[in-house]
């Protein structure tokens, strides 16, 4: 065999190699057909490369999980080592931090939730993200050396830039690289996202979105957002700020938005604009928490309030559909609690609006991860992107990779 040959035969091994760590970084604890499915490599070539990834120690067996339903042979199922790295997430809401660490078989070591008063200055918030991190690191008995880095979610448009948008729910986090602040604080690599995309991302990982090509998570809550997942992979614009579908506009002539825009959305049906238009009606000062309770209980004007708002955002999703046909709408944040109270006429709406075939191709369901998909999305976030955490053992890889060379080359000869 020439050499040329021999070094694009070790060069695609290699990249067959991290196509199969990067899936396993995705998919946490999977079957070796899972892994061939999602890299769309051959059964036989992800056998042989994670017999090779598991003598180095970098992947590990894992017990069965549950997973199998039939009555046969479960599949035996594969992961990074756990020991190899450790994920932590943070989560910023308008009332809360949280603040959550992972190891890389996707395993949540601790978790730590604290509330925070409303409007809360940018700067007391990283100061107190920072000791939170500290807290579960130290709850998880995590070595600060194997920690990946931390992602970040914030609730608003959130550029590649790292900057924060001018119409962010938490206003004084405009404009600056908050990100920066905080890995300054911790000495960390950080990484920053909008608060529907980490809701995405962890739906897809761990909840209602996980083996789905394309699909769209919906939060709704104080505003509305959009995480959007094609071919397996959030899509985020140009410039980072893809899904602000609560800016979607319903009337021209409408109340004008935070973010400048008139009759948008989120005007109508975010949980901020029904508690207001409810406390005004009410005479006395509503939350959406309250405006939920009330509803469940039966109240008959917050009933009609989510009613009505379901069907404002189903004019807005059924535009979404109309664009990106995806199969699946996956519906968080606090107001999905509101159930088929708020899924019905959301439902309705769409199938009215959207083309027939996007609305035939469409399953719009509840989010299963509740009020922790955001602080998981910030977890995976970095389970995702983060760079080799086997880079220790990068030896290891080389060795088994120049031996199989090497073998080839004997095979050849002989």
Not at 35 to 61: F, K, N, P, Q
Not at 216 to 242: C, M, P, R, W
Request: aromatic residues 4%.
């Amino acid at each position: 065999m020439r050499e040329e040959d021999s070094g694009s035969l070790r060069s695609l091994r290699e990249s067959n190699r991290e196509r199969v760590v990067q899936a396993l970084r995705v998919l946490g604890v999977a079957s070796r057909a899972e892994v061939a499915r999602w890299t769309g490599l051959s059964r036989s070539t992800v056998s042989s490369i994670v017999t090779e990834l598991l003598a180095a120690g970098i992947v590990v067996d894992r017990a069965d999980d549950g997973r199998s339903s039939s009555a046969g042979r479960p599949p035996a199922l594969i992961a990074l080592d756990p020991a190899a790295g450790i994920a932590v997430g943070v989560d910023f809401g308008k009332r809360h931090l949280a603040v959550a660490a992972a190891d890389l078989s996707h395993r949540i070591l601790a978790e730590e939730w604290v509330e925070i008063p409303e409007d809360y200055q940018a700067e007391e918030g990283i100061d107190q993200a920072a000791d939170l991190v500290e807290t579960v690191l130290a709850d998880s008995e995590a070595d600060s050396e194997r920690v990946l880095g931390v992602g970040m979610g914030l609730p608003g448009p959130v550029h590649r830039s790292g900057v924060v948008g001018s119409s962010a729910i938490l206003p004084g986090w405009a404009g600056m690289p908050w990100a920066e602040r905080l890995a300054e604080r911790l000495g960390l690599r950080v990484w920053l996202g909008n608060d529907a995309n980490l809701g995405a991302l962890a739906e897809g990982t761990w909840g209602a979105g996980r083996g789905t090509g394309a699909f769209v998570y919906l939060k709704l809550a104080t505003g509305i957002g959009a995480g959007i997942v094609i071919d397996g992979k959030l899509f985020e614009g140009a410039g980072g700020t893809a899904g602000e579908i609560g800016h979607t506009t319903l009337d021209e002539t409408g109340e004008i938005c935070r973010c400048g825009g008139r009759g948008c959305l989120e005007t109508y049906a975010a949980g901020a604009a029904i508690a207001r238009m409810l406390s005004h009606s009410r005479g006395e000062d509503l939350d959406v928490d309250m405006v939920l309770s009330r509803a469940a209980a039966g109240d008959p004007a917050c009933r009609r309030a989510l009613l009505e708002a379901g069907r404002h955002i189903g004019v807005a999703v059924a535009n979404l559909c109309n664009l990106v046909n995806p199969e699946r709408i996956v519906v968080g944040g606090s107001m999905g609690y509101a159930g088929d109270l708020l899924l019905d006429p959301l439902r309705e709406s769409v199938g009215l609006r959207a083309i027939p075939s996007a609305a035939e191709d469409v399953e719009i369901v509840p989010g299963e991860l509740g009020e922790r998909a955001e602080l998981l999305g910030a977890v995976a976030l970095v389970l995702h992107d983060a760079g080799p955490a086997w880079s220790g053992r990068a030896p290891a890889m080389q060795q088994a990779a120049t031996a199989e060379t090497k073998t080839s080359r004997a095979r050849v000869r002989s």
